[in-house]
Nanobody
Framework: QVQLVESGGGLVQAGGSLRLSCAAS????????MGWFRQAPGKEREFVAG????????VYADSVKGRFTISRDNAKNTVYLQMNSLKPEDTAVYYCAAASSVIVSEIRHYEHWGQGTQVTVSS
C-alpha cells in the first residue's frame, strides 16, 4: 500500500555530486524507515544508507560513509540521498525502499521498492 518513485539519477564525472529523491505515496510515510540500495550489473543488491523514523537514526555502508548523506522530509513524503565525491565504483542502479522496522541496514526488513534510477560516474 505504499508506492515509491526515485528520481535524480544521471551521468556525472568522478569527484562530482548528485542528489537522489524518493517520493512516497499510498499510506502514512512516517510509519516507515527508509533506505537506499544499489545494484551493479552481475552483482547483488547492496545497502547504501538508511534512516529510521524513530529518532531519525542514520546508518551508512562503509563504502559511502563520509561521502553520502541520507535525509528525509516527512511533510513532503520524500527521502533524499546526497552523493558527494562520487567514484566510478558508485555506478549502479539506485533503489529506494521502505521498511516496517528500525533496523535499516538489512535488506530482509524492506517490504516496498521503487523502480530504480541509474547513476553513472565516469573516470
Amino acid at each position: 500500500q505504499v508506492q515509491l518513485v526515485e528520481s535524480g539519477g544521471g551521468l556525472v564525472q568522478a569527484g562530482g555530486s548528485l542528489r537522489l529523491s524518493c517520493a512516497a505515496s499510498g499510506r502514512t510515510f512516517s510509519r516507515y524507515s527508509m533506505g537506499w540500495f544499489r545494484q551493479a550489473p552481475g552483482k547483488e543488491r547492496e545497502f547504501v544508507a538508511g534512516i529510521s523514523w524513530i529518532g531519525g537514526r542514520t546508518v551508512y555502508a562503509d563504502s559511502v560513509k563520509g561521502r553520502f548523506t541520507i535525509s528525509r522530509d516527512n511533510a513532503k513524503n520524500t527521502v533524499y540521498l546526497q552523493m558527494n565525491s562520487l567514484k566510478p565504483e558508485d555506478t549502479a542502479v539506485y533503489y529506494c525502499a521502505a521498511a516496517s522496522s528500525v533496523i535499516v541496514s538489512e535488506i530482509r526488513h524492506y517490504e516496498h521498492w521503487g523502480q530504480g534510477t541509474q547513476v553513472t560516474v565516469s573516470s
